[in-house]
């Protein structure tokens, strides 16, 4: 039988027999992506995300499951003057079908990578996280009731919060920042039983955020002119266009590739230093220098990845390459009045990475780099925490440990290895 997907080496074009691996085999320095047996995306009859199982690296959906939602809003279309344009929204707002419950588009990475290991032979997934990709696989975790580790800076246990209890999550508290969680997530996966879940080259996770563009393009007939996303790691923006490349091969949904427009929030911005002069890798002393301070200035603080899958072959800036895409620099005060503008036309309380995406859409129509009469695609990534909170009881998350940034002691490994014989 022919499996239903396989996985290539964009660098080097090879295919990888090991399907379980998050990196090339020969060396390449290049994500693996997903081919599908199915050219022609056949919809499943699921409600959420596993509508496009069949373009998802599982082979059964993990229900119940929520998804993207793609609406038109005529009062934000006439507050922006545009005629075609889409919101997708991932967050919670029952209103217009939204209920992803975890607040962020985060929620539609962890639900099929846990799937995917689960099906794969049940290792247990190990993330470090700033918080939004914490709360979506602590959330997918109380709902399967399947062990997850995560690991954050311990200022961000505060949005680590589930609407059911979590009795499966491992949490450890970093007395540091994200790139110490980071740090520290890596070793703890080399615990037996533990796998690192593997951020952007995980090919669930991506193949999961680009049911937002998949979404959108058979909700309308076909692929936006124009795609507009607040970007961090750029993740969700590679997946988008990856997901593109497959609605172009299917060929129902046109064959121009949609413009990727991703914006990050003024001072850190490396993405966009680097790409505005179409260099291929990121130099941290010209185009992040200072980053402790700028990162402590940004409204979004999730856009902050200092080691975005950015060079690498099949990553942001192949996209944007291929799209001939754009970046925008921009400002906490743009970021807040379009936040308080979608709150007061739309409706929803916008994560913040979500209002740096809408500020871009209003720089680019200012710009004139999208005219009115084109179809867009606006990709609000995250919020509704305020309906969230009116429609649950909110069970925060405890860390098991709290530890220093250095800390490499032998009780947090003991601790996890104990606890990971509970479901050896
Ligand atoms: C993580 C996140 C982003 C950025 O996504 P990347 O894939 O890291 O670029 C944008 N918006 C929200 C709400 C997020 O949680």
Redesign the pocket.
Known sequence: MIPKYRIRCVGGNELVTDITRLSCPDGHDSLLRTEYRERRLRLAPFSGMYRYLAWLPVERPMLPAGGPVTFTHEGLSKELGLSRLSISF??YFPEYGANLVT????ELEASPTMQRLEELGGKIPVIAS????GRAFAGISARCKKPVVIVVPEQALSRLWTVEPSRDVFLVAVRGDYTDAIALSSMLADVPGCVPEGG?KNIARRDG?GTVMLDAAVKTDRMPDHYF???????????AWEAALRLRADGRYGIILPKLH?AQNEPFTPIVSAWHVHRRTIIPDTDMPDPVNKVRNVM?D??T?RN?PYGIAGGLFDALKDTNGLMYSVTNAEGRSAMKMIHDVVGIDL????A??TAALIRAIEAGTAKPSDTILLNL???GYERIREDFTLFPVEPVLTVRPDERGDELFVTLREWTKRYG
């Open positions: 991932s967050g607040g962020s588009f985060k700033a918080g939004n990709t952007a955020m996303q607040a970007v961090g790691s750029g993740t969700g923006a590679i997946a991703c979004a999730v856009l990845n975005p994560d913040p990475a979500a740096i995406a990534t995250g919020g």
